[in-house]
């Protein structure tokens, strides 16, 4: 079983930050497909930005240029630096890891952001 916990969520202003932490309960060297996604009220889970096979990394339109994602291998953990965030960027953002077995989803953390 693979456990992954979010956290840095929170409430900011529209414009501010926010760094997104996801800690794996595994060694995440091995693991090419770890990334995050968002899912606001009312809307489906949707790819915010996500680490892919080969070591690149695939963004939603809506975040190019604002957020990016980082992993710190040594620390099993997975960030997701958001800047100039919008209030549509308001959602409950989750972490995902591909493993060969299946997918492994942590709880989520709301980021809530005021215009």
């Known amino acids: 079983q693979v456990q992954l916990v979010e956290s840095g969520g929170g409430l900011v202003q529209a414009g501010g930050s926010l760094r997104l932490s996801c800690v794996a309960s595994?060694?995440?060297?091995?693991?090419?497909?770890m990334g995050w996604y968002r899912q606001a009220p009312g809307k489906q889970r949707e790819l915010v930005a996500t680490f892919i096979r080969g070591g690149s990394t695939n963004y939603a339109d809506s975040v190019k240029g604002r957020f990016t994602i980082s992993r710190d291998n040594t620390k099993n953990t997975v960030f997701l630096q958001m800047d100039s965030l919008k209030p549509e960027d308001t959602a409950v953002y989750y972490c995902k890891a591909h493993l060969g077995w299946g997918d492994f989803w942590g709880q989520g953390t709301q980021v809530t952001v005021s215009s």
């Open positions: 595994v060694r995440i060297l091995s693991i090419s497909d």
